[in-house]
């Protein structure tokens, strides 16, 4: 298997489940399966559990079947330093296991940590630094939802997410020595961590079986920081933008890639939540696309 290229539903501004008030803010999941293959990908995710249809394993593979998508994985996240809320995270994993069972593609489950800033308001809603307690809590409960994915048959990621407790080069290595949970490495959180990616990439490629493509405008960064907007109020500025219109060199990490023998998928995901129109999302993506193309993916 050569580098596949797939996409995520956050690239259509997609970051609620449909039973969320905010779903009306985002396009219709068919309407997303659709554009993603007209944009040129070859895969997806499912995006936040309950955005696409999981009562019924078939409606949702007929749709990918008729499209000629692959799906690669699914994504859980949720509160490590809570052991109450992991439990919650258990059964949402069990629940997604048996949706991936019908798709012999699909291998991952991307972890997601909780932010300790709100999301919509930028206010602090937890200490940014753990204490050694916490974070030894942190990586058993991380490390638990990978054991329970394991059991399933899938295979648990840990995804360094922006504003989180893991964002900092530092922060991600120290992770990785501390457990056994690989990640799903997101190239534009890793630049908004302050890190470089392909040089981190190449260091700890054997800990990188699966790749989240996106990149990130450090010019906007830097409007973020100084007027100290919320991650989402960034997103509405394009903090994070089609894969070669950021800071990152994607025909350099292209070469990374191939220098290491990486053998399977790197999936973009752009920020687009909410959408200034339903039309935007297809634009975006086939941009991309085209950009990862002429980088040699």
Known sequence: MAIKIGIAPDSWGVWFPASDPNNAKQPQWWRCLDEMKVA???GCEIGPWGY??????????????????????????????DDAAVEGMLKDIDDISKLLKAFPSAKYIVLLPPMYTNLATGELEMNPE??????????????????????????????????????TEEQI??????????????????????????????????????????????????????????????????????????SIDFTAMHKALDECGYD???????DLFP?????????????GRENLRKAGF
């Open 40 to 42: 040129g990908y070859e």
């Open 52 to 81: 696409m249809p999981n009562d019924d394993p078939k409606v949702l593979k007929n749709a990918m079947d008729a499209r000629g998508l692959t799906l690669v994985g699914a994504t859980e996240g949720g509160n490590f330093l």
């Open 130 to 167: 753990l204490t050694d307690e916490e974070w030894a809590t942190y990586c058993k409960n991380v490390q638990k939802c990978a054991d329970r994915c394991a059991a399933n048959g899938f295979i648990g990621l840990f995804h360094p997410h922006v504003d989180s407790h893991v964002q």
């Open 173 to 246: 290595e120290r992770f990785l020595n501390d457990t056994n949970v690989d990640l799903c490495f997101d190239t534009g959180h890793h630049v908004y961590g302050g890190g470089e990616p392909i040089s981190f990439y190449k260091k700890w490629a054997k800990r990188i079986p699966y790749i989240h493509f996106k990149d990130c405008d450090l010019a906007v960064k830097a409007k973020m920081d100084e007027n100290k907007w919320s991650f989402a109020k960034a997103v509405t500025e394009d903090i994070m933008v089609e894969p070669g219109k950021g």
């Open 264 to 270: 399977g998928w790197c999936v973009v995901e752009q």
């Open 275 to 287: 959408v200034k129109s339903f039309d935007v999302p297809l634009e975006k993506a086939t941009i």
